[in-house]
């Protein structure tokens, strides 16, 4: 049993991460106007991560999605550390699965047995970035390793040496070197030079051959600008910075990791490994689907193909046996949705002026990319629930079924459609909201229904027409006729004389639906009862007078349900 007493205030025990002294940093003017150079962890550092690592049959479906989305360096595993790893190596070797222009890169400790081993297993790959990492900072050389810094700059030189010998034997293929000190974020500044520039005195890289200097934010430790701060200082003060590829390997324990890879690329890094929507150890490694497409929207073309982001996302969950969230950066199933009322109403607006624009600029208030640039559809950009608005009813009725409701007619559905909501509890679907639309204002109901008509000039007035139409009311037939300027005046007289409707059309709304022998119109009526209560009609048919003459009528239907709510309803 514990006996110690809990400290009063737990954050005594944490100290903050102290800054780097560089009070001329440049990074903070610097724009990326470039991709880095990526890597993609995902079959290592990704993979160790996993509660149930990746089979064979997994390994190949991620190698094979990595490489159709463009990534040219693909760290492929820990063949000494596991028999699995070192199979999937020989695999893509021995049956030719790495295009000539990917190159696999494979990780190992400094320890000799384990660069042997390393060495057998890339055997006949045309290249090969050999990857040694050893921990190098003031934590673990305390409490894990028992060394100071000249015992820990021994086995990294040891190591070094080992996979200078073994690459200048390696028949066939080119080797590239890479170094990694372990827990850069937790390394004296001083003592992380000193140990890559001892390494690169037994790798004497030159700018022709450069070597790969990849600095782990192991454990992500402070915010991101001191990391671009670290950056900074090693791109400035490092020797020999021609010669060298200098990559970066965040991790997100602060959830920044995204930022501190942007911030790093600023600082003057060249490279960045990461993996497929950040899975790794803990929170994870920098997710390179966040940051490529962040570099897409300024307009960058990050140089890997996320135009299939489900299939990438689908792929990645099958191969990780982990979801993807559903409000995940630029591929969850709700990035590109709006609930809100204000934001739907100005996707909708801002989807309207992009029709009537030419300038090829994407500006869509609340979309930070065009969704069909990462194959995604329109379908689900807006969704419906109790805090969803006009814009948002408006705009599933025309993005699904062709309606361009007016604005009136917007706001009275919608409240209907939220009435159905709040009952609910739960989102609305596009069929749902049309079906209600259908019932309301387009299905047949008492006590009307139109039939056909007939219209002459009146022989009295020029101006006006005489119309004859046929109805039902109550499922009897009838003939009724009036007079008018136009048809929706003259049936609105042969209503009030025949029927005893006495309604008052205020304005109405056309437009077509569809195109050719398919296309349909569309009225929207909005009409005044006796007692100054309005109700709108919708009439659809291929007739242009047929469809405004239905809006009318449904307008009827509707006040004789409010006048006499217990006698309306649904028409058998």
Known sequence: M?????QANPAEKYTAFKPIDLPDRQW?????????IWCSVDLRDGNQALIEPMDGARKRRMFKLLVEMGFKEIEVGFPAASQTDFDFVRELIEEDMIPEDVTIQVLTQSRDHLIDRTFEAIQGARRAIVHLYNSTSTLQRRVVFGLDEAGIVDIAVKGAERIRDLAAGFEGGEIVHQYSPESFTGTEMDFAKEICEAVMDV??????????????????MSTPNIYADQIEWFHRNIKN??????SLHPH????????????????????????????GERTGNVDVVTLGLNMFTQGIDPGIDFSDIDKVRETAEYCNQLPVPERHPYAGDLVFTAFSGSHQDAIKKGMAAMKLSNSGLWEVPYLPIDPQDVGRSYEAVVRINSQ????????????????????KLQIAFTQKVQEQADTSGKEITPKQIWDLFEQTYLAPRLPYAFVEHRSVPDTHASELRQLTAVIEENGARREIQGSGNGPIAAFVDALSKGCGVNIKVHDYHEHAVGAGADAKAVAYVEAEAADGTVFWGVGQHPNIVVACLQAVVSAANQMAAAAEPDSAGQAA
Request: hydrophobic content about 35%; cysteine-free; aromatic content about 4%.
């Open 2 to 6: 514990n006996s110690k007493k809990p």
């Open 28 to 36: 903070p003017g610097r724009v990326i106007t470039a991709p880095p």
């Open 203 to 220: 790798w004497q890289p030159t700018p022709e051959k450069k070597v790969i200097l990849n600095l782990p934010a192991t454990v992500e």
């Open 241 to 246: 910075r021609d010669s060298i590829v200098l």
């Open 252 to 279: 997100n324990d602060r959830g920044t990791g995204v930022a501190a890879a942007e911030l790093g690329v600023m600082a003057g890094a060249d490279r960045i490994e990461g993996t497929l929507f950040g899975n």
């Open 388 to 407: 969803s608005g006009k814009g948002g009813v408006a705009y599933i009725l025309q993005a699904e079924y062709g309606l361009d409701l007016p604005r």
